[in-house]
């Protein structure tokens, strides 16, 4: 969803315009397919509860794994991003402040913003496995409590989508939701019908958020539009439900397509950072040299094409880039 996003509208809504809605209505998810971080998000917050959940960790080690996990590939990226300034005669100065601000701004380069985000959620992890382990639903305490605090900037700056998208103060519901959706599992594993109904209404739901003016046209960016208040709340919901339906009721096969799959999402990390450097140009290639690919149709089989071909560059990024330090984890369960 974020590949296909960057490569339809880049920032300025070329070579697929933001006006428009697809007419299938799921595929504004894809058109608006930003959302695919609250789905990582959700995705991390349910994994982080089933790991756990009820049991002692050291918390120095559980740190120690995640940088060993994200920091060697965001700095090489880091690096790669600094050699091209610096060959196209640009100045430094403003990407290693960007660099040292994203330890607490979303300023860190190629998406690196997200880490932040992560590295935020990390810091209070052990708080909300507290309060899960007490009640599960204090969690939902702290996303209303999220919610009335989006409520409050939103009334007093007169927008909250930059908090609420690129910060904890919108993430923090779809990592709790994500906790939430562990812990009630039970609710959805198995009931297919439930739960399509509940995605359905979800992806009507972005459809409309998409004919509003999506992301970037509400009437303009950051938008004034108060759909912003609630709607990480939303996101986490929805794709937390799927994860725990998912996770559930199925039980696929580590080879064949599942196996596939299983790779992709073992070299997703490093095709998500890498790839702000080829999907703008790649969309603008093929726009310029092969055919037109305004319509969203064409685009998003072409935003298809160009994300098996970074799988190469993903696997060369996993192999030699991160796994290298992977031999370096310590177990932090001590129970």
């Not at 009820?54 to 600094?82: E, K, S, T």
């Not at 605090?149 to 904890?168: D, I, K, M, N, P």
């Not at 297919?192 to 509003?212: G, K, S």
């Amino acid at each position: 969803m974020v590949f296909a996003w960057h490569f339809l509208h880049s920032s300025s809504g070329d070579p697929v315009p933001f006006e428009g809605v697809p007419a299938f209505f799921p595929f504004a998810l894809l058109d608006e397919g930003h959302t695919g971080v609250a789905l990582f998000m959700g995705l991390s917050g349910y994994l982080f509860a089933k790991l756990l959940e009820g049991r002692r960790l050291h918390y120095g080690w559980f740190l120690w794994n995640r940088a060993i996990r994200l920091l060697p590939l965001l700095v090489f990226v880091i690096a790669v991003v600094a050699f091209t300034k610096w060959w196209a005669g640009e100045s430094l100065i403003h990407l290693w402040r960007a660099v040292y601000k994203g330890v607490i701004y979303p300023t860190l380069p190629n998406g690196g913003w997200s880490i932040t985000v992560e590295f935020h959620f990390y810091l209070l992890l052990p708080v909300f496995l507290a309060l899960a382990t007490r009640r599960g639903w204090y969690l939902l305490l702290v996303v209303a409590g999220a919610i009335v605090v989006r409520a409050y900037l939103w009334f007093e700056r007169g927008e909250v989508q930059s908090l609420a998208y690129w910060t904890l103060v919108g993430r923090v519901d779809q990592f709790l939701l994500g906790m939430v959706a562990y812990r009630y599992r039970h609710w959805f594993v198995g009931r297919h019908a439930r739960v399509t109904c509940i995605l359905l209404l979800f992806a009507a739901f972005y459809a409309w958020f998409d004919w509003r003016g999506g992301f970037y046209l509400q009437p303009s960016y950051p938008s004034p539009n108060a759909v912003w208040v609630y709607l990480p709340a939303l996101e986490g919901v929805a794709w937390a439900v799927l994860i725990a339906w998912y996770d559930g009721s199925f039980r696929p096969r580590p080879a064949g397509v599942s196996g596939v799959v299983a790779k992709i999402g073992a070299y997703s990390y490093s095709i998500y950072l890498f790839h702000f450097f080829i999907v703008f140009r790649a969309a603008d290639w093929v726009d310029g040299h092969i055919m037109s690919i305004g319509n969203f149709y064409v685009a998003v089989l072409w935003s298809l094409l160009a994300f098996v071909l970074m799988w190469p560059v993903g696997y060369l990024s996993f192999r030699y880039i991160e796994s290298p330090f992977l031999r370096w984890r310590r177990s932090y369960l001590l129970d």
